[in-house]
């Protein structure tokens, strides 16, 4: 079992939802990271997904694409991200980090280098957003052989087909999008969330985490009650972008906003 599946596990057993921000690495500067990932924990996440910055990504809007230009203008790499991982471990062997990115650094890396590396480093996942099913074929077994889970995205098209076919090549917990657009996009419409993920409970075993859309504690517990956690992003790019001179302002930012989420969630198994 992996420390994803075991986690999932646990907060299913104790009626919890997962709470899973997102933070892209190297934001706003590559030495507050393994700080902020602390951050994060101590104020109530379960999983981190740590994103890769990337020059072109392309399913994200301006808030994380002025992340990753942020990130970049320091000079983030790959290799670098996981290194903050391996920093990460030295005081947190518990919490489960997913690599979520694009194929391209991964490729130029090696795949099984990378896979190598991430594993000794303590990854335990690995998101690809432009890496579809029919071309991880080579790639997720690489992961899994590793006790990674290889993670995909879900959207409000996906048919149902699709759906089973992602989910074979899944583990950990299936990433489903909430809206039709980029991160950041759109404001989420709960009642279209939650028939699809019924729908997609319906189709595969896998825990469903929704993301995109996720900007507040009502949100956060609406969404958490027809899935198996909840995935924040932009709000807290976002906020990393306004108080990225101040790094107690913005542990403190970042906490404030987390918090509420978290006891939001809670207050759905009491």
């Known amino acids: 079992m992996s420390r994803i599946e075991g986690v999932l596990k646990s907060l299913k057993e104790q009626g919890r939802k997962a709470l899973i921000p997102y933070i892209t690495a190297g934001d706003p500067d590559p030495g507050q990271t393994v700080s902020l990932m602390h951050t994060l924990v101590d104020a109530g996440s379960d999983i981190i997904e740590l994103g890769v910055p990337f020059s072109d990504p ?32 030295k005081t947190n062997a518990t919490t489960p980090v997913v690599l979520m990115g694009y194929l391209n650094p ?3 890396m090696g795949y099984e280098a990378f896979a190598d590396a991430a594993a000794d480093a ?33 959207a409000p098209t996906t048919t149902d087909e699709r759906i089973k076919a992602i989910s074979e090549h899944s583990s950990g917990y299936v ?13 989420i419409n709960v009642d279209e969330v939650a028939k699809k993920v019924a729908h997609v409970h319906e189709l595969t075993a ?18 958490g009650k027809v899935s198996d956690g909840v995935i924040v992003g932009s709000v807290l790019v976002d ?26 969630l809670d207050s759905l198994a009491s």
Do not use: W
Request: proline fraction near 7%.
């Open 206 to 223: 896998l825990p469903v985490g929704v993301g995109f859309g996720i900007r507040d504690p009502e949100t956060a517990a609406a969404v």
């Open 58 to 89: 392309m399913a994200d809007g301006p808030v994380i694409q002025l992340a990753c230009e942020r990130a970049l203008v320091h000079g983030t790499s790959l290799r670098q991200v996981i290194g903050m991982v391996k920093e990460f471990r």
């Open 239 to 264: 906020t990393i972008a306004r108080h990225q001179t101040d790094p107690e302002a913005l542990a403190k930012a970042l906490t404030d906003l987390l918090h509420p989420m978290r006891e939001a």
């Open 175 to 187: 990433y489903y999008v909430s809206i039709k657009g980029v991160t950041g996009s759109a404001t």
């Open 106 to 108: 991964m490729e130029a």
């Open 122 to 154: 303590g990854v335990d996942g690995v998101l690809t957003v432009d890496l579809p099913p029919e071309e991880a074929e080579d790639v997720a077994p690489l992961f899994s052989a590793r006790n990674m889970d290889p993670i995909f995205l879900l």
